[in-house]
């Protein structure tokens, strides 16, 4: 895997940021993307001590922004080997008829929109290779739904929907396309989705959660399988955690 190039989105925190130091170990060259300029600068100094890193500070959200940060990329860190749409959000854990609009545009957005802008920028050229893996970061949202997880569920089932339409459509290129879904790990995620809310507290008590960097190894096994095994869709959930409603917590 060493000299390998791998792009992560959302590599400021949680996930995406244990990814890339798990990556960076084994000698992967990074483009790390976020939209926190500050820690994603801070990320970047740390990550340079193991491998080389290019850094590009975008909003996935905006389509312009996103296509004008792929084309930014110099020629030392293409061709990208790997794509690992990782940048991500939930907002609100509403009912239905009491969510907010802003919110469903946002998980929209970022979630399924902020991909698909992405995969179409990097793609083509995998195509032209021949060559490529791309994990999309799906959930255990997206398996099954859970009260008030309405439009967050429907992000991240047409995660799974598009990784597949993926894998079929990108199967005559040998490319590989993966799916990682997570159930509960211990990152910002619940404060985001809770707006700062006390309650972000609570989510992770009673019990060990997975944690962002237990993802990160499985990521790096996904994509150091020899290139004839491909890794389809793993769904992982702390020991605690039976489904979306069932955690033992002590």
Known sequence: MKGKVALITGATSGIGRATAHEFAKHGIKLIICGRRKERLE??????????????????????????KAMESIPDEFKPIDILINNAGNAHGLDPIHEGSIDDWDAMMDINVKGLLYLSKAIIPDMVERKEGHIINIGSSAGKEVYPKGNVYC???????AITVGMRID???FGIRVSSICPGLVETEFSKVRFKGDDKANDVYKGYKALQAEDIAEIIYFTVSRPPHVTIADMLIFPTAQANSTTINKT
């Open 42 to 67: 801070a990320i970047c100094e740390a990550l340079e001590k193991d491998t080389d890193v290019f850094q590009l500070n975008f909003d996935v959200r905006d389509k312009e922004a996103t296509f």
């Open 154 to 160: 429907a992000s991240k089932h047409a995660v799974l």
């Open 170 to 172: 990108l199967n005559p």
